[in-house]
Protein backbone atom coordinates (compact mmCIF):
# COMPACT_ATOMS: atom_id res chain seq x y z
CA UNK A 1 0.00 0.00 0.00
CA UNK A 2 1.43 3.81 -0.68
CA UNK A 3 0.32 7.38 -0.35
CA UNK A 4 -2.91 6.34 -2.84
CA UNK A 5 -4.10 3.82 -0.46
CA UNK A 6 -7.57 3.88 1.91
CA UNK A 7 -8.79 2.97 5.86
CA UNK A 8 -10.60 0.75 3.32
CA UNK A 9 -8.36 -1.59 1.96
CA UNK A 10 -6.54 -1.65 5.22
CA UNK A 11 -9.58 -3.23 6.72
CA UNK A 12 -10.50 -5.34 3.96
CA UNK A 13 -6.65 -6.98 4.15
CA UNK A 14 -6.83 -7.81 8.01
CA UNK A 15 -10.15 -9.53 6.76
CA UNK A 16 -8.70 -12.77 6.49
CA UNK A 17 -7.62 -15.18 9.09
CA UNK A 18 -4.31 -16.26 7.42
CA UNK A 19 -3.02 -12.57 6.95
CA UNK A 20 -3.66 -11.98 10.47
CA UNK A 21 -1.82 -14.68 11.52
CA UNK A 22 1.05 -13.61 9.44
CA UNK A 23 0.84 -10.50 10.95
CA UNK A 24 0.69 -11.63 14.38
CA UNK A 25 3.63 -13.91 13.81
CA UNK A 26 6.35 -11.07 13.16
CA UNK A 27 4.78 -9.09 15.69
CA UNK A 28 5.63 -11.77 17.83
CA UNK A 29 8.85 -12.41 16.56
CA UNK A 30 9.03 -8.46 17.16
CA UNK A 31 8.58 -8.87 20.78
CA UNK A 32 10.75 -12.18 20.96
CA UNK A 33 13.71 -10.06 19.42
CA UNK A 34 13.03 -6.21 18.81
CA UNK A 35 16.65 -5.97 17.54
CA UNK A 36 16.55 -9.03 15.29
CA UNK A 37 13.15 -9.26 14.48
CA UNK A 38 13.56 -11.04 11.32
CA UNK A 39 11.78 -13.82 10.56
CA UNK A 40 13.12 -16.33 7.35
CA UNK A 41 10.34 -17.48 5.01
CA UNK A 42 9.84 -21.28 5.84
CA UNK A 43 9.95 -20.16 9.18
CA UNK A 44 7.23 -17.75 8.96
CA UNK A 45 5.40 -20.53 7.07
CA UNK A 46 6.00 -22.97 9.49
CA UNK A 47 4.40 -20.12 12.21
CA UNK A 48 1.57 -19.71 10.27
CA UNK A 49 0.53 -23.02 9.41
CA UNK A 50 -0.16 -22.89 6.11
CA UNK A 51 0.81 -25.80 3.66
CA UNK A 52 -0.24 -24.77 0.77
CA UNK A 53 2.81 -22.60 -0.25
CA UNK A 54 0.90 -20.61 -3.29
CA UNK A 55 -1.96 -19.80 -0.95
CA UNK A 56 0.63 -18.60 1.58
CA UNK A 57 2.81 -16.17 -0.57
CA UNK A 58 -0.81 -14.97 -1.65
CA UNK A 59 -1.61 -12.86 1.35
CA UNK A 60 2.03 -12.59 2.36
CA UNK A 61 2.27 -10.52 -0.70
CA UNK A 62 -1.35 -8.99 -0.01
CA UNK A 63 -0.13 -7.80 2.72
CA UNK A 64 2.16 -5.15 1.14
CA UNK A 65 3.44 -2.20 3.29
CA UNK A 66 2.16 -3.76 6.65
CA UNK A 67 5.57 -6.11 6.11
CA UNK A 68 9.14 -5.24 5.37
CA UNK A 69 10.73 -8.29 3.07
CA UNK A 70 14.62 -7.95 3.78
CA UNK A 71 17.27 -10.51 2.67
CA UNK A 72 16.93 -12.72 5.36
CA UNK A 73 13.04 -13.02 5.50
CA UNK A 74 10.61 -10.72 6.68
CA UNK A 75 9.31 -7.94 9.32
CA UNK A 76 6.38 -6.11 10.90
CA UNK A 77 6.16 -2.63 9.74
CA UNK A 78 5.41 0.22 12.09
CA UNK A 79 1.86 0.05 10.47
CA UNK A 80 1.70 -3.43 10.74
CA UNK A 81 2.60 -3.47 14.69
CA UNK A 82 -0.07 -0.89 14.79
CA UNK A 83 -3.18 -3.38 13.26
CA UNK A 84 -1.63 -5.69 15.68
CA UNK A 85 -2.12 -3.99 18.02
CA UNK A 86 -5.77 -2.84 17.14
CA UNK A 87 -6.60 -6.13 16.70
CA UNK A 88 -5.23 -7.25 19.72
CA UNK A 89 -7.10 -5.12 21.66
CA UNK A 90 -10.84 -5.85 21.10
CA UNK A 91 -11.61 -2.78 19.97
CA UNK A 92 -12.76 -3.81 16.48
CA UNK A 93 -14.59 -6.62 17.80
CA UNK A 94 -18.70 -5.36 18.36
CA UNK A 95 -19.60 -8.69 20.10
CA UNK A 96 -17.15 -7.74 23.33
CA UNK A 97 -18.98 -7.49 26.52
CA UNK A 98 -17.99 -7.60 30.14
CA UNK A 99 -19.94 -7.10 33.57
CA UNK A 100 -21.63 -5.47 35.28
CA UNK A 101 -19.32 -5.09 38.44
CA UNK A 102 -20.33 -3.15 41.40
CA UNK A 103 -18.04 -0.04 41.57
CA UNK A 104 -17.53 2.18 44.45
CA UNK A 105 -19.40 5.60 44.33
CA UNK A 106 -22.34 7.01 43.40
CA UNK A 107 -24.75 8.38 40.89
CA UNK A 108 -23.75 12.25 40.48
CA UNK A 109 -27.30 13.19 38.88
CA UNK A 110 -29.46 10.75 41.57
CA UNK A 111 -27.23 9.43 44.27
CA UNK A 112 -27.69 5.85 43.53
CA UNK A 113 -25.17 3.00 43.37
CA UNK A 114 -22.57 2.66 40.21
CA UNK A 115 -21.72 -0.37 38.38
CA UNK A 116 -19.24 -0.67 35.01
CA UNK A 117 -19.88 -2.79 32.17
CA UNK A 118 -18.70 -2.91 28.56
CA UNK A 119 -21.06 -2.97 25.68
CA UNK A 120 -20.97 -1.68 21.91
CA UNK A 121 -17.06 -0.24 22.07
CA UNK A 122 -17.77 1.88 25.37
CA UNK A 123 -17.11 1.05 29.05
CA UNK A 124 -20.35 2.35 30.96
CA UNK A 125 -20.00 3.85 34.27
CA UNK A 126 -24.31 3.32 35.10
CA UNK A 127 -26.58 3.82 37.68
CA UNK A 128 -29.48 1.67 35.38
CA UNK A 129 -30.51 5.35 34.09
CA UNK A 130 -29.77 5.99 30.65
CA UNK A 131 -29.18 9.59 31.17
CA UNK A 132 -27.19 9.26 34.12
CA UNK A 133 -24.14 6.94 32.28
CA UNK A 134 -20.74 8.31 31.62
CA UNK A 135 -18.94 6.54 28.30
CA UNK A 136 -15.74 6.03 28.11
CA UNK A 137 -13.79 4.75 25.00
CA UNK A 138 -11.28 1.44 26.47
CA UNK A 139 -9.91 -0.85 25.05
CA UNK A 140 -11.77 -4.14 26.21
CA UNK A 141 -8.39 -5.77 26.81
CA UNK A 142 -7.58 -2.99 29.87
CA UNK A 143 -10.37 -4.89 31.31
CA UNK A 144 -9.71 -8.52 30.28
CA UNK A 145 -6.00 -9.61 30.73
CA UNK A 146 -4.27 -10.05 34.18
CA UNK A 147 -7.09 -8.27 35.77
CA UNK A 148 -9.39 -10.44 37.69
CA UNK A 149 -10.08 -8.50 40.65
CA UNK A 150 -12.56 -5.28 40.75
CA UNK A 151 -9.73 -3.31 42.70
CA UNK A 152 -6.84 -4.21 39.97
CA UNK A 153 -9.52 -3.12 37.20
CA UNK A 154 -10.95 -0.32 38.67
CA UNK A 155 -7.04 1.20 39.02
CA UNK A 156 -6.42 0.52 35.47
CA UNK A 157 -9.28 2.02 34.57
CA UNK A 158 -9.04 5.22 36.79
CA UNK A 159 -5.56 5.64 35.31
CA UNK A 160 -6.60 5.33 31.99
CA UNK A 161 -9.43 7.81 32.24
CA UNK A 162 -6.94 10.21 34.07
CA UNK A 163 -4.89 10.19 31.25
CA UNK A 164 -7.88 10.96 28.50
CA UNK A 165 -8.74 13.85 30.32
CA UNK A 166 -4.74 15.30 30.60
CA UNK A 167 -4.74 14.81 27.12
CA UNK A 168 -7.91 16.44 26.35
CA UNK A 169 -6.80 19.56 28.79
CA UNK A 170 -3.74 19.95 26.39
CA UNK A 171 -5.69 19.79 23.37
CA UNK A 172 -5.18 15.82 21.92
CA UNK A 173 -7.11 13.07 21.20
CA UNK A 174 -7.17 10.18 23.50
CA UNK A 175 -8.19 7.87 20.40
CA UNK A 176 -6.26 9.18 17.40
CA UNK A 177 -3.81 11.90 18.95
CA UNK A 178 -5.52 14.07 16.70
CA UNK A 179 -6.13 18.00 17.41
CA UNK A 180 -9.16 18.98 19.94
CA UNK A 181 -10.27 22.03 21.34
CA UNK A 182 -11.00 21.42 24.61
CA UNK A 183 -13.79 23.66 26.90
CA UNK A 184 -16.28 24.07 29.40
CA UNK A 185 -19.93 23.84 28.29
CA UNK A 186 -23.30 24.55 29.17
CA UNK A 187 -24.58 20.59 29.58
CA UNK A 188 -26.07 19.92 26.59
CA UNK A 189 -29.13 17.96 27.47
CA UNK A 190 -31.79 20.22 28.52
CA UNK A 191 -32.92 18.07 31.56
CA UNK A 192 -29.75 18.81 33.21
CA UNK A 193 -28.33 22.04 34.34
CA UNK A 194 -24.80 22.56 34.83
CA UNK A 195 -21.54 22.75 32.61
CA UNK A 196 -19.03 19.65 31.91
CA UNK A 197 -15.73 19.63 30.57
CA UNK A 198 -15.95 18.75 26.59
CA UNK A 199 -13.80 18.00 23.58
CA UNK A 200 -14.05 16.70 20.49
CA UNK A 201 -11.79 15.26 17.73
CA UNK A 202 -11.60 17.00 14.06
CA UNK A 203 -9.90 13.94 12.93
CA UNK A 204 -11.71 10.95 14.59
CA UNK A 205 -14.69 12.61 15.42
CA UNK A 206 -14.78 11.55 18.38
CA UNK A 207 -15.89 13.07 21.26
CA UNK A 208 -15.24 13.15 25.32
CA UNK A 209 -17.51 14.37 27.88
CA UNK A 210 -16.81 14.69 31.47
CA UNK A 211 -17.47 16.56 34.78
CA UNK A 212 -15.70 19.93 35.15
CA UNK A 213 -13.81 18.73 38.30
CA UNK A 214 -11.88 15.99 35.70
CA UNK A 215 -10.55 19.33 34.30
CA UNK A 216 -8.22 20.01 37.54
CA UNK A 217 -7.25 15.94 37.89
CA UNK A 218 -3.83 16.70 36.45
CA UNK A 219 -3.30 19.61 38.35
CA UNK A 220 0.04 19.88 39.95
CA UNK A 221 -1.33 21.02 43.24
CA UNK A 222 -4.14 19.06 43.09
CA UNK A 223 -1.89 16.07 42.96
CA UNK A 224 0.24 17.30 45.45
CA UNK A 225 -3.06 18.33 48.03
CA UNK A 226 -3.83 14.31 47.97
CA UNK A 227 -0.57 13.05 47.73
CA UNK A 228 -0.04 14.82 51.05
CA UNK A 229 -2.80 12.47 52.24
CA UNK A 230 -0.78 9.57 51.09
CA UNK A 231 -3.24 9.15 47.98
CA UNK A 232 -2.77 9.05 44.78
CA UNK A 233 -5.37 11.43 42.94
CA UNK A 234 -4.19 9.72 39.44
CA UNK A 235 -5.26 5.84 40.00
CA UNK A 236 -8.38 7.07 42.35
CA UNK A 237 -11.82 6.53 40.09
CA UNK A 238 -12.79 9.73 39.27
CA UNK A 239 -16.30 9.38 40.39
CA UNK A 240 -15.54 9.12 44.09
CA UNK A 241 -14.10 12.21 44.32
CA UNK A 242 -16.84 14.63 45.04
CA UNK A 243 -15.59 17.34 43.30
CA UNK A 244 -15.29 15.56 40.51
CA UNK A 245 -19.14 15.37 40.55
CA UNK A 246 -21.30 16.93 37.74
CA UNK A 247 -22.92 20.21 38.93
CA UNK A 248 -20.57 20.33 42.12
CA UNK A 249 -18.79 23.27 40.33
CA UNK A 250 -19.55 26.64 40.80
CA UNK A 251 -19.85 29.15 37.63
CA UNK A 252 -18.63 32.76 39.30
CA UNK A 253 -18.55 34.74 35.87
CA UNK A 254 -20.10 34.08 32.47
CA UNK A 255 -18.12 37.14 30.63
CA UNK A 256 -15.57 35.58 30.57
CA UNK A 257 -16.32 32.66 31.86
CA UNK A 258 -14.77 31.02 35.00
CA UNK A 259 -15.60 28.08 37.34
CA UNK A 260 -14.78 27.31 40.32
CA UNK A 261 -14.06 23.95 41.98
CA UNK A 262 -13.46 23.25 45.60
CA UNK A 263 -11.31 20.22 46.49
CA UNK A 264 -12.01 19.44 50.11
CA UNK A 265 -9.77 17.11 52.11
CA UNK A 266 -10.83 16.94 55.50
CA UNK A 267 -10.90 20.68 57.18
CA UNK A 268 -9.06 21.93 54.29
CA UNK A 269 -10.08 23.48 50.81
CA UNK A 270 -8.28 24.06 47.61
CA UNK A 271 -10.41 26.00 45.44
CA UNK A 272 -9.48 26.00 41.61
CA UNK A 273 -10.92 28.58 39.13
CA UNK A 274 -10.73 27.65 35.42
CA UNK A 275 -11.18 29.65 32.20
CA UNK A 276 -13.84 28.49 29.24
CA UNK A 277 -10.55 26.20 27.85
CA UNK A 278 -10.78 24.01 31.10
CA UNK A 279 -7.10 25.77 32.62
CA UNK A 280 -6.69 26.53 35.87
CA UNK A 281 -6.26 30.39 35.99
CA UNK A 282 -6.01 30.55 40.08
CA UNK A 283 -5.98 28.53 43.21
CA UNK A 284 -6.50 28.87 46.91
CA UNK A 285 -5.81 27.15 49.78
CA UNK A 286 -7.85 27.43 52.87
CA UNK A 287 -8.80 25.67 56.17
CA UNK A 288 -11.64 25.84 58.09
CA UNK A 289 -12.52 27.32 61.63
Same mark, same amino acid.
Given at each position: ?????S???? /????S??T???????L?E? /??E??TD?V? *???? !?R???GVR?K?N???? %??R !??? %??????????? +???? %? *???????SGS??PE??W? =????P?E &? +?? &??D?? @? !??YE?????????V????L?F?????L?????D *??R???E???VT??Q????????? &???C??A?? =??IA???KS??D????H?DC?? &?G??Y?F??G??A??N??VIA /????A??????????TL??CH *??HETIV???P !?R????V???? @?? %? +????D?A??V?S? @??SV??
Amino acid at each position: MGADSSPTEM /FELVSNETRVAILRALAEA /FRESPTDPVV *AYSD !LRERVGVRDKGNFNYH %LDR !LGD %LVSRESEGYVV +SSVG %L *AVVSAVASGSLDPEWTWG =PTDVPGE &C +SF &CGDSL @E !LRYENGHLLLTCGVDDHALLFPVSPTLLDGDAD *ATRDVLERVAVTVYQQTLQLGHGV &CPECQGAVT =PEIAPEPKSDQDGYYFHGDCRD &CGFQYGFPVGAAALSNPEVIA /FYSEAGVDVRTTPFWTLEWCH *AGHETIVSEEP !LRARVDVRRGS @ET %L +SLTLDSAAGVVST @ERSVAD
